[in-house]
């Protein structure tokens, strides 16, 4: 019997050396926030529509595709292609991070491919290997959308996460940011940020904004029924 996992906090001893063999980037589920995926998309100079359609599953914006072979789309010859700004889940490889109902968090460690060539080790800490990962944008973006996530449900039973993807009618998938964006920016007159984080709090807003819309139009259809 498997034993269960250590539940670490950012305090407990944890260290990791990756060698760059590649085996974590096969067969994985990588998901993705509309944060990751702007990332994403400014890494290739796309629209985050548009990387939705080249790249994820389904062209939803919500996973990585997989090559047939089973491979991340974009692991390359040299490695992964667009590294500098990884996914969340590959920045903590081989950790996974867990939000409890209570809003606090811990990490576990994953069982890693059995011929990685990383190496598990006791040096430094959790934070340390956060910190060395770059992953502190990556977890305050996840916790701002599962916050909103939370919030929606609560206010609306997640009925707006029906909304399909950008389409001739000109209706916006509220998980594409250049396009929630964009067309509130065209609406208001307001000059769209350039900036990854002011755009990333600015989609947090209006996705906000528009439960509470929705949220005030259901108790007013239900006032006059």
């Given at each position: 019997m498997r034993d269960p996992p250590v539940v670490n906090t950012c305090a407990s001893t944890f260290g990791y050396v990756c060698r760059r063999c590649s085996r974590c980037c096969w067969h994985k589920h990588i998901q993705l926030n509309p944060y990751e995926v702007a990332r994403l998309a400014r890494a290739k100079g796309q629209s985050t529509r548009d990387f939705h359609a080249a790249w994820t599953i389904n062209g939803r914006g919500t996973a990585l595709q997989q090559k047939e072979d089973g491979s991340c789309v974009f692991l390359g010859p040299q490695g992964c292609e667009v590294h500098a700004d990884r996914p969340l889940v590959c920045?903590?490889?081989?950790?996974?991070?867990?939000?409890?109902?209570?809003?606090?968090?811990?990490?576990?460690?994953?069982?890693?491919?059995?011929?990685?060539?990383?190496?598990?080790t006791n040096r430094g800490t959790v934070a340390d290997y956060l910190a060395a990962q770059g992953a502190t944008p990556f977890l305050d973006a996840a916790d701002g959308y599962f916050r909103w996530l939370c919030y929606a449900y609560e206010r609306l039973g997640l009925t707006l996460l029906a909304s399909e993807p950008q389409d001739d009618s000109g209706d916006v998938d509220l998980m594409d940011v250049d396009g929630v964006i964009a067309r509130h920016c065209a609406a208001t007159g307001d000059a769209e940020p350039t900036d990854l984080e002011d755009r990333l709090q600015l989609h947090l807003q209006l996705l906000y904004n528009i439960v509470d819309a929705e949220d005030e139009h259901a108790k007013r259809s239900s006032e006059t029924d």
């Amino acid at each position: 019997m498997r034993d269960p996992p250590v539940v670490n906090t950012c305090a407990s001893t944890f260290g990791y050396v990756c060698r760059r063999c590649s085996r974590c980037c096969w067969h994985k589920h990588i998901q993705l926030n509309p944060y990751e995926v702007a990332r994403l998309a400014r890494a290739k100079g796309q629209s985050t529509r548009d990387f939705h359609a080249a790249w994820t599953i389904n062209g939803r914006g919500t996973a990585l595709q997989q090559k047939e072979d089973g491979s991340c789309v974009f692991l390359g010859p040299q490695g992964c292609e667009v590294h500098a700004d990884r996914p969340l889940v590959c920045r903590l490889y081989p950790l996974a991070h867990h939000v409890r109902s209570d809003g606090s968090d811990y990490y576990t460690t994953l069982d890693g491919h059995p011929q990685s060539e990383g190496e598990l080790t006791n040096r430094g800490t959790v934070a340390d290997y956060l910190a060395a990962q770059g992953a502190t944008p990556f977890l305050d973006a996840a916790d701002g959308y599962f916050r909103w996530l939370c919030y929606a449900y609560e206010r609306l039973g997640l009925t707006l996460l029906a909304s399909e993807p950008q389409d001739d009618s000109g209706d916006v998938d509220l998980m594409d940011v250049d396009g929630v964006i964009a067309r509130h920016c065209a609406a208001t007159g307001d000059a769209e940020p350039t900036d990854l984080e002011d755009r990333l709090q600015l989609h947090l807003q209006l996705l906000y904004n528009i439960v509470d819309a929705e949220d005030e139009h259901a108790k007013r259809s239900s006032e006059t029924d």
